[in-house]
T-cell receptor, first 113, second 112 residues
Framework: EAQVTQNPRYLITVTGKKLTVTCSQN?????MSWYRQDPGLGLRQIYY???????DKGDVPEGYKVSRKEKRNFPLILESPSPNQTSLYFC????????????FGPGTRLTVT | GEDVEQSLFLSVREGDSSVINCTYT??????LYWYKQEPGAGLQLLTYIFSNMDMKQDQRLTVLLNKKDKHLSLRIADTQTGDSAIYFC????????????FGQGTELSVKP
């Protein structure tokens, strides 16, 4: 089954404790992206990657890191989480010739206290 | 910069038509999209329209595009309770459809 998986689905952590949210897709997609969803703000892109070893900042990259060492994986790293990073995070992937049909993961709800 | 605007809430009665509106700013967008998010789930592509089209119909869904006014709408005919969800308008700002700008989302509530 074609899918994007994210782990964990729910995470409660404390300020400053490094964490990683994993994202994996099994569709051989070139393009992968991370978004955060906040009430009234819709989805805002954090980072994206056009292919292996190619990453770029989205609209709200501060406080986040990513890597793309393999085509299928695109982890999101929070080196020192802060309460303003409490949010719902989505990973998405698409083929570069897909007319923008992005496949979304189920989301990771992160709470930073 | 690029911006996509939607109203936040819409409430309709079951069986009525729903119209969700969206305005965007980037006139060079190749594609415009409607995504649906059901409670507790990720987004799923509902439909899209190519920028040189005015209208696209797909079963109960009708998408209208007014390029002059940069206005996009989604009409759902015979709205059902299962249509209750958040609907996101999005525009592509690259030629490959990889970089999308999303609106805030419209929460559609369908009352029986």
């Amino acid at each position: 089954e074609a899918q994007v998986t994210q782990n964990p689905r729910y995470l409660i952590t404390v300020t400053g404790k490094k964490l990683t949210v994993t994202c994996s897709q099994n569709m051989n997609h070139e393009y992968m992206s991370w978004y955060r969803q906040d009430p009234g703000l819709g989805l805002r892109q954090i980072y994206y990657s056009m292919n292996v070893e190619v990453t770029d900042k989205g609209d709200v990259p501060e406080g986040y890191k990513v890597s793309r060492k393999e085509k299928r994986n695109f982890p999101l790293i929070l080196e020192s989480p802060s309460p303003n990073q409490t949010s719902l995070y989505f990973c998405a992937s698409s083929s570069l010739d897909s007319r923008g049909e992005q496949y979304f993961g189920p989301g990771t709800r992160l709470t930073v206290t | 910069g690029e911006d996509v605007e939607q109203s936040l809430f819409l409430s309709v009665r079951e069986g009525d038509s729903s119209v969700i509106n969206c305005t965007y700013t980037d006139s060079s967008s190749t594609y415009l999209y409607w995504y649906k998010q059901e409670p507790g789930a990720g987004l799923q592509l509902l439909t899209y329209i190519f920028s040189n089209m005015d209208m696209k119909q797909d079963q109960r869904l009708t998408v209208l595009l007014n390029k002059k006014d940069k206005h996009l709408s989604l009409r759902i005919a015979d709205t059902q309770t299962g249509d209750s969800a958040i609907y996101f308008c999005a525009e592509s700002i690259d030629n490959q459809g990889g970089k999308l700008i999303f609106g805030q989302g419209t929460e559609l509530s369908v009352k029986p």
